[in-house]
């Protein structure tokens, strides 16, 4: 069975300081204690891969290559695809959640609900109908490339792996994803069913209070 194994980027600066980050942003990785991405890469292991894919943001970029890096399977190279990228929040990149709560909490409970709106369309957030669709579009065409029974890897965001989850499988009822977690779907019956959400069993430390900073 084709297995596709998606994983959010390691934790940056702006997920530290709970700042807005999608598409036009790009706050480095916090690189100075590798042990997580070591866990994630062991766990990995289990599984051969194909291929490697990652959103062309940097922080995801990073995190496909120091994965891959710990991976046995040394062939793999992490090649970015457009439609990964994670979603614009326009004029709210960098902003953190706090200001906006206190300054535009109707609009901001808008964006967490992943609701399109006027007010979020004026100040350049992308809409989500687009977003979610640009993400499982590019998974398809992946999976198109694989055989009956190869697994790939991609990296990508938190706000766009959830939306695009969603899209893929019609499950709508998931919630936000941990920097490192694994999902994992699998083409079906024309569709694609949802194996594993938001794992993060292999890493000794997760920060429960943690996740994806534009969502309430």
Not at 85 to 98: L, Y
Not at 166 to 191: F, Q, R
Not at 201 to 212: F, K, M
């Amino acid at each position: 069975m084709k297995r596709i194994f998606i994983i959010r980027h390691g934790k940056t600066a702006w997920n530290l300081a709970k700042r807005l980050q999608g598409a036009g942003a790009d706050s480095p990785l916090l690189t100075d204690d590798l042990i997580q991405y070591r866990q994630l890469a062991q766990y990995l292991d289990q599984y051969q891969f194909k291929a490697a894919y990652s959103s062309p943001l940097e922080r995801s970029m990073h995190t496909g290559r120091i994965v891959t890096g710990y991976l046995q399977q040394s062939h793999l190279t992490v090649q970015p695809v457009a439609g990964l990228t994670e979603i614009s929040f326009g004029q709210w990149e960098g902003r953190t959640r706090d200001e906006l709560v206190a300054q535009h909490l109707d609009l901001f409970r808008k964006m967490s609900r992943r609701e399109n709106d006027p007010g979020l369309s004026a100040i350049g957030v992308e809409d989500f109908n687009v977003a979610r669709r640009r993400f499982a579009d590019a998974v398809r065409l992946i999976a198109a490339t694989m055989g009956p029974d190869d697994n790939v890897l991609i990296f990508s965001h938190g706000g766009i792996n959830q939306l695009g989850i969603k899209e893929l499988t019609g499950n709508e009822h998931l919630l936000g994803l941990k920097n490192l977690s694994t999902s994992i779907v699998a083409p079906h019956d024309g569709g694609f069913a949802l194996d594993v959400y938001n794992q993060t069993a292999y890493l000794d430390q997760v920060d429960l209070n943690e996740g994806n900073v534009s969502i309430l």
